[in-house]
């Protein structure tokens, strides 16, 4: 498995948007992972829909289990 290395979160949160912050920093781990599956021969189209409807329901049923 993967290690990650997140920066920490932004103390001024009034001056900084998180979710953009959050994009910056998952981008080159998304990107990562749909090139390795798009070179495997796997749809770059799937691979994303796939992380989309994981990340939705990680966030909608899981929650309470990360």
């Not at 979160?9 to 990107?31: F, G, I, K, W």
């Not at 749909?34 to 409807?53: K, Q």
């Amino acid at each position: 498995m993967a290690g990650f290395d997140f920066d920490s979160p932004p103390a001024d949160s009034a001056e900084v948007n998180l979710s953009a912050e959050c994009e910056r920093q998952l981008l080159p781990l998304v990107r990562g992972i749909v090139e390795a599956a798009v070179a495997a021969g796997w749809s770059r189209e799937d691979v994303l829909l796939a992380m989309v409807e994981l990340s939705w329901d990680l966030y909608e049923k899981r929650r309470g289990d990360l």
